[in-house]
Every structure is written in C-alpha cells, then in structure tokens.
C-alpha cells in the first residue's frame, strides 16, 4: 500500500506548498482527487521550460495504485506515445516508481522526479524530435529496461536469471552468481541485487514483473511452434 489515510494528508499540504496552483477537489475512502494547474520550471540541456499545465491528480488510498496524473488541457498531443486514451500521463514503469515509494519517497519527490521531468521531455521532444534523457520503451520492453538500470546489467539474459533467482531462492552469496560469470554472487551481482532477496516488498515487485515476463515468453514460442507446425 503506498497512502495510508493518515501519511496523505501532510504529503499533500507539501505538495500544494510548491504547487500552490493545485487544490483538493474531492476526498473520499478511495481516493483523493487534486485539481489545477501545476507550473513546471526545468533547465536542461541548453533548453528552459516554464510553463503551467492543467492536471487532475489522484491519489488512490490504501492501494497498491500508484497516484497518476490526467492531462486535462490536453496539452499532450493525442498522438504522443506517452499518453494514455483516456488523457493519463505514462510516467515511468510501475517498478521504478513503486521502489522509489518504498524507499520511503514524497508526493514532492514524486511530482519532481517524475511528473515536472515529463513535461520537459515532451517539450524538449516536440521542438528537437528527441528525448533529452532518453525514452523508456512500454510493456515488455520497458519493463527489461528498468531492470537492466536497477541491476545495472547490460544483458538482458542475465537479467533474467538474475530476477528467476531472486523469486525462487534465498540470498547465498557463497554461491554462484545466477548470471552464469562463474563468480560467487557476493563478489559478483550479488551488493547490488540482495536488497531483492531480502526485502519482501521489494521481491514481490520482481515477482510480478518477472511473472509478466515469463508469461510473455512463453505465449510467444508457444507461438513460434505453432507457426512452425503449421508450415
Ligand atoms: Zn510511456
Ligand atoms: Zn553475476
């Protein structure tokens, strides 16, 4: 669970301290709604932005949802790759914010790490036809890519065997390494990669993702055979 009832509402006065263009609009046992303009500030890359945006925000209580946004001036364009049907922004992967929550992160932080870095991307996208920091592919491919960042490992089969292991076994750091190096885990992904074993919430994140990622697989040479049987 990310908002109790009770840690939301000094977050959310926090959050309205430096974005005074928002206010609460409704409240109820599942969620609250903010709504408003929030104004963006940011300087990167020899490119300043400042500018406000209209925005609902929700913020789900006692849920494993994480709180998202809505572009409700739809100042995205539709076709922006990056924004939902229905208006909400795509953030990030789940994974890297859900760990940022668990480490103890604010909506401050939140609207700062995530939401004011997405508005500059966009502009920053839409004038120079690039991302400034890069983009992060969906579904399957981004879900690969904030593992690779979080184990900081290029390859993606080791990756993998990397997140099986740490679903399936307890941490051993005397024995070898998952990643097939021949190494003992401690001495080779092994300081990086514990935090996975150890702390359950942050193994359940891996289960989910690696359960996604397996399914995916699976699904797909299920499908090569069935292609190549039909030829
Ligand atoms: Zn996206
Ligand atoms: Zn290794």
Redesign the pocket.
Known sequence: MIFTKESVHQQIKELVKVQSGLHIESENKAQIELIGEISVNCKSKGYVLSDNYPVQIVIPLDSDILPYVIDTGNRIVKDY??RYENGEL?LETDATIRIRFLEGFSLVAWMQEFVEPYYFSYEFFQRYGEFPFGE?G?GIQGIMETYQDLFQEKDPVKVLALMRSICEHPYRGHLLCPCGSEQKLRLCHGPIVMKYYTDNRLKEIVQSDYKIMKDYLVNYYEQLRYCRKAK
């Open positions: 790759p990056h795509c992060r969906h």
